[in-house]
């Protein structure tokens, strides 16, 4: 609150901020939920949102609230639930792992209007088989600020896959606040996978922060296929030897999106990888941004990083903004970075047509080939599989071409 | 088969092809040669329809119909197939991937519903097996990666697979060693039927001990001077072009 009354909101001549306007977003008069009212409405029922061949458990965000129909895990080892039962039944774990995130305005913003939120807690040496996954719903038959939080905490060894999706169940324009925050224990590794694919009505704002301790391994990946104004800040700390962050994101935007990542990654400890790739297909007259600033403190030796950003405008209109940064402070490390922006290539074009492929299928093959190397990252086959699929259906369809849900299709 | 009249052509304005005449029938195969800048591969482009290069006059029907007319798909599902001098890399797109979309869309433009997945890979394997490409090559991205070889004997492998009427080899035999020249030759020559024409653009006599043409012809500055018998390839092989200069 203090951070927020003496820093305001960013504005573009915040560093982090220069290619988002902030408080263009924030302008419209939401309403907020503060009368706590039941939204009556049952998510289970329209959005079965399956990946085939992978067992999961599903729990439903629906606009700022954790839905009343999820079925609570709390066994002693997993807790998956709401933040307001987890403050009763934990109150000194919350106390020691929540609202971590600082220099932030948009996560102490909602810090501030937060009403409740969903944690999972993965206790010391427990390995989750299924996967995890979080539904987020903008609702609203006005324009709702929904204000969303998760909470996540890898104990030591432990291993969970989490499946993070954004839909939207309205045509009312709306707006998330969303902040995700994590920590990983020694030789815990945690998989985590954002998918975006709302409509242009739904912008968001989202703040993740992940802090990693030794022999950790995250990897993480936010893949948006449609939204309105999506702006990520992405902070990872590894604060432990041998931590491993492999993190990548795909954004494919149409018409007039703004879709910008911003990341950084801070090594703080010797002997640790960080791995991003990062790409965007940017057709109509979208904008992209990317800035990932890789800082490796003075302790830590024997970095070894890896940053790619590499971009395709298969419009004449579309823009992309790209800034990889490396700040080295340590004198034995490998590090390297790098950005393309590029266009569709013609003679594979004339080569695919020589062959008696349209021009149609043969940009949609190219652009398809572009994307799918981010998708390659992802561990889980069924899950890469169902994504190859989704990114297929959006090229070959259009954004948003089949209602609200892609995932609802399969 | 093919009837190319009077065709003058332009890459960035500068005009290269001066008056091509030239009659394909089926079961022939012609060469073409000639050398450097005398238009032979601008002549191929103009028949598979590059947009780089830009015809300014003349027409060409391919069975009857207007090729110019069509766009270079179309001419590909018509049964016209160019093996490249230099084939395109494509990085993530697969093999099979690529072959499949290739397949169906001239399926769809014959009006045929698309392969079956079983079908389609008892093809590749089949066709494969005919031209002696590697099966791990089918499974990576286009020609990415491929040796120079392994490229040559893609192309050909495509051609089996799309079975056209009239294949122009661009300068096949440049870049090969003698056995790989004689594997390609031999695929080449497996799927040639009664049914089918070829124009085989070479600088080497080489190329044409394993495929016997049936007529030569001579390019200069953007037009064919000569039009001979395989007698005409052995006596450029070594007396050169200097002789057909007036």
């Not at chain 2, 009837?3 to 195969?29: T, W």
């Not at chain 2, 869309?105 to 519903?113: F, V």
Request: charged share 20%; net charge negative; with cysteine.
């Amino acid at each position: 609150m203090q951070f927020l009354e003496a820093r305001g909101l960013p504005t573009r001549k915040d560093e982090r901020y220069k290619y988002t306007d902030v408080a263009a977003v924030l302008e419209p008069d939401f309403g907020l939920n503060l009368g706590r009212l039941s939204l009556q409405f049952d998510p289970r029922q329209t959005y079965r949102c399956r990946v085939p061949g992978l067992g999961s458990s599903v729990h439903y965000v629906v606009g700022d609230s954790v839905a009343e129909s999820n079925v609570l895990i709390d066994d002693g080892s997993l807790f998956v639930g709401s933040m307001v039962e987890f403050a009763q039944r934990y109150p000194d774990i919350l106390r020691a792992y929540y609202n971590k995130v600082e220099g932030d305005s948009l996560a102490a913003l909602n810090t501030l209007l937060v009403q409740d939120g969903l944690v999972i807690r993965v206790a010391k040496g427990r390995k989750v088989a299924d996967l995890l996954q979080i539904v987020n719903l903008s609702v609203g038959s006005v324009p709702m600020l929904a204000n969303r939080r998760q909470l996540i905490i890898m104990e030591q060894g432990a291993e969970a896959s989490i499946l993070n999706c954004n839909h939207s169940a309205t045509r009312c324009s709306n707006l998330a606040t969303e902040v995700v925050e994590g920590v990983l224990a020694e030789g815990s590794h945690l998989q985590y996978y954002s998918v975006e694919e709302t409509t242009n009505n739904c912008n968001l704002l989202n703040t993740t922060q992940f802090v990693q301790h030794e022999s950790s391994k995250l990897d993480y990946a936010s893949i948006t296929l449609n939204s309105g104004l999506s702006r990520r800040t992405i902070n990872i700390t590894l604060d432990g030897t041998h931590a491993q962050t492999a993190v990548s994101g795909l954004v494919l935007a149409n018409d007039n999106r703004h879709i910008d990542n911003n990341l950084l990654v801070v090594h703080n400890a010797p002997l640790c990888s960080s791995d991003i790739l990062y790409k965007y297909v940017l057709d109509g007259s979208s904008i992209g941004a990317f800035a990932g600033k890789v800082l490796v403190n003075a302790q830590a030796q024997k970095t070894d990083s890896q940053e790619t950003n590499a971009n395709l405008c298969v419009s004449p209109t579309a823009r992309m903004f790209t800034q990889p940064m490396l700040e080295i402070y340590a004198d034995d490390v490998k590090c390297n970075h790098g950005s393309t922006v590029g266009q569709l290539d013609d003679t594979a074009l004339f080569y695919m047509a020589q062959r008696g492929i349209t021009p149609e299928e043969g940009r949609l093959l190219l652009q398809q080939a572009f994307a799918w190397d981010v998708l390659q990252r992802i561990d889980l086959l069924p899950l890469r599989q169902r994504l190859m699929h989704m990114v297929e259906e959006r090229f070959r369809r259009g954004a948003g071409a089949c209602g609200d849900c892609v995932m609802c299709a399969g | 088969m093919l009837e190319i009249k009077n065709i003058h052509a332009s890459v960035e304005g500068k005009e290269i092809l001066k008056g091509i005449n030239l009659s394909v029938k089926a079961g022939e195969v012609h060469v073409l040669m000639g050398p450097n800048g005398s238009g032979k591969s601008t002549l191929s482009n103009v028949i598979v329809g590059n947009p780089q290069y830009t015809v300014t006059a003349g027409t060409i029907t391919f069975n009857g119909k207007d090729l110019l007319a069509m766009p270079p798909e179309d001419r590909s599902h018509e049964g016209i197939f160019m093996s490249y001098q230099q084939p395109v890399e494509i990085p993530g797109v697969s093999m099979n991937n690529f072959m499949r979309a290739a397949v169906n869309a001239k399926r769809k433009y014959q009006g045929l519903p698309p392969i079956s997945g079983g079908d389609f890979l008892k093809m590749v394997k089949e066709k494969r097996e005919l031209v002696g490409l590697d099966a791990g090559l089918t499974r990576r991205s286009v020609n990415e990666g491929f040796s120079g070889g392994e490229k040559k004997r893609n192309e050909i492998f495509q051609m089996a697979m799309l079975e056209p009427l009239l294949t122009i080899l661009d300068e096949t035999d440049s870049g090969l060693d003698v056995d790989a020249l004689r594997i390609v030759a031999e695929g080449f020559n497996k799927l040639r039927t009664p049914d089918t024409a070829a124009i085989c653009i070479t600088h080497y006599q080489r190329m044409l001990d394993y495929i016997r043409p049936d007529i030569v012809h001579v390019m200069l500055d953007g037009r064919i001077v000569r039009t001979g018998g395989p007698d005409l390839a052995y006596r450029i092989e070594s007396e050169g072009f200097d002789w057909l200069k007036e």
